[in-house]
């Protein structure tokens, strides 16, 4: 846990009590901060109630006395219109702020000298913040990963002097940080996303660059410059001279800065460019949209001084992350990938952008518009088999395409998938889990849809092996 640093005896109110929620207030509390907590669900606040901490309806108490609001990042800031605990801090004058904004102050007071890097973007977040935890291991320093990727910024541990937190942040995390001032910001991409929240794509572009905006001539500022909203971005930040700024694109030269050609990684921030590594035979980091993140990580790397041979051997020993392009294995030419977490057309494009001679799974509850947009990659697809609520819809649109299998469940076109992979022919076939779905209709989550791909693979080679 990271004691909140500024508010000793003082009042802050911390509403939502979700996960960082009740962090937050552990934290606060630590601190020596007064703290009183409210939550809308009733088995929430007798969670925190539970917890020993003081609950307090914030719809009819005075705030002459709250120091702060810390709002949970899911509870509507501005948009579709500000939640009521919002409107009662901004007219009794409160400041309203997140976790991440206590976590940038605390260790920016702690004089340690611990760094902040932080990385967002509409996808590749959680791969590019794990690869820089795993990077900032390598070389040496105290990794600590927090943020939208999984544990809470406040419940990292304090910090040391060679302590470097690698921090994943949402837009709704960005937007209740006004004074976050990362030493390295990433900016990866800008797709339309959380529209409901941030009023247009232009609402969610700028609360994006704000991750930007408070750095100093100390910093650097990493921006993947392949979409239009992060060029604009780009832009904008290098016109105001203030930090370093290193633009980052996949497919084409940059005069300056950090570019990736053919899987060829290229470093032109110095007097000249150099070829500075091949991502093209990492297993983990396969396909052009994880070019991107590694390229994006290898910039955060040159950015902390470490030395370019630590940073790529270190992508090299990168595991990956579990359900997003996962190798679950690999035997007799046949690789089996778990992209779970592929639950729309989008997602799954990547990963059929990376392959060839493709036996593909997928199928689930589908979303609007199927996979229509998908059908650039047919070509690479041998044989498709379509599990759950989305098998009919998805036939349709294979039809006269791809050969396809109604196999109805996971278990069935796992064996399916696998035989017809191991019988033909080629350097490398590869049986991939990408739904292009949400699971509900035959599993709880992603995770879970994940997994049970995961142990079918591996009882079906256990079975093959002993056969």
């Not at 900032?136 to 937190?165: H, M, S």
Request: aromatic residues 8%.
């Amino acid at each position: 846990m990271i004691p909140v640093a500024g508010f000793a005896g003082r009042v802050v109110a911390v509403f939502g009590l979700g996960k960082s929620g009740l962090s937050t207030a552990r934290a606060l509390q630590a601190g020596g901060a007064r703290v009183i907590v409210w939550d809308d669900t009733e088995s929430k606040r007798k969670e925190a109630v539970d917890a020993g901490f003081a609950v307090e309806d914030l719809s009819t108490r005075d705030w002459s006395d709250i120091a702060a609001l810390v709002l949970s990042p899911g509870v509507p800031l501005t948009h579709p219109e500000p939640h009521w605990s919002v409107k009662r801090a901004k007219a009794a004058g409160v400041e309203i702020i997140g976790d991440v904004e206590l976590f940038d102050r605390t260790i920016r007071a702690s004089g340690t000298g611990a760094r902040i890097v932080a990385i967002t973007g509409t996808n590749g977040k959680s791969t590019t913040t794990a690869l820089i935890g795993h990077m900032v291991k390598r070389c040496g320093a105290d990794a600590q990963v927090g943020g939208n990727i999984g544990t809470p910024v406040l419940e990292l541990d304090p910090p040391k002097p060679n302590t470097v937190y690698v921090v994943e942040a949402s837009s709704y995390q960005i937007d209740l940080a006004p004074g976050f001032a990362p030493n390295v910001a990433i900016l990866l991409n800008i797709t339309p996303d959380h529209i409901d929240r941030h009023g247009s794509i232009e609402g969610y572009a700028a609360v994006k660059a704000r991750i930007f905006a408070n750095q100093t001539a100390a910093d650097t500022a990493i921006i993947c410059v392949d979409d239009s909203y992060s060029s604009d971005i780009c832009t904008a930040v290098s016109a105001a001279r203030v930090q370093k700024v290193v633009p980052v694109s996949i497919g084409k030269t940059l005069g300056r800065g950090i570019y990736v050609l053919d899987g060829q990684l290229y470093d032109s921030t110095g007097t000249q460019t150099q070829k500075a590594g091949d991502f093209r035979d990492l297993r983990t980091l396969a396909g052009a949209h994880n070019w991107q993140n590694a390229a994006a990580a290898y910039a955060a790397g040159r950015a902390l001084g470490f030395p370019r041979e630590k940073i790529l051997a270190s992508f090299e020993s990168f595991p990956g992350l579990a359900h997003r392009m996962e190798i679950v294995a690999e035997r007799d030419g046949v690789r089996y990938v778990n992209d779970s977490k592929a639950t729309n057309a989008d997602a799954t494009s990547k990963a059929l952008a990376t392959y060839r001679d493709i036996y593909w799974i997928l199928g689930g509850k589908s979303k609007e518009g199927g996979i229509e947009t998908l059908t650039e990659f047919f070509p690479r697809i041998r044989h498709a088999y379509l599990i759950g609520a989305a098998s009919d819809e998805f036939a349709r649109t294979l039809e006269g395409k791809v050969g396809y299998t109604r196999s109805q469940t996971l278990d069935r076109a796992v064996e399916s998938a696998a035989n017809d992979a191991e019988a033909a022919e080629g350097d490398l076939r590869v049986v991939l889990l990408s739904p292009a779905c949400a699971s509900f209709d035959q599993y709880p989550n992603f995770e879970v849809r994940g997994d049970v791909f995961r142990d079918l693979v591996l009882k079906h080679l256990s079975e093959r092996a002993s056969a």
